[in-house]
């Protein structure tokens, strides 16, 4: 599945935990926002971790969950690139 997540904490170094969780997963696009290409077991991992680290009250996370036909229909300008992990084999 593809995600995008989007989040803000009033706190620094809580923000710094969040962007290094999702480091983890997947690619910075921009301050803030992440887009991560991940199974579905793993999406759940991410989101426990995450959930782990928020301030509920103060926090805030956004997860955005695109399909393939989603995915196919966005649209970039300039220099964007929506980001894909590669695919490697270990043998």
């Not at 956004?62 to 300008?77: D, F, I, P, S």
Request: glycine fraction near 6%.
């Amino acid at each position: 599945m593809f995600l995008v997540i989007c989040y803000y904490s009033p706190d620094a170094r809580r923000r710094a935990q969040i962007a290094k969780i999702l480091l983890d997963y997947g690619q910075a696009i921009q301050t803030g926002v992440f887009e991560i290409q991940i199974a579905a077991n793993d999406a759940e991992e991410l989101l426990s971790r995450l959930g782990d680290v928020l301030d509920k009250e103060k926090d805030s996370l956004r997860v955005y969950r695109l399909c393939r036909t989603c995915l196919a229909g966005t649209r970039l300008y300039g220099k964007a690139e929506i980001t894909g992990q590669e695919t490697v084999f270990v043998v």
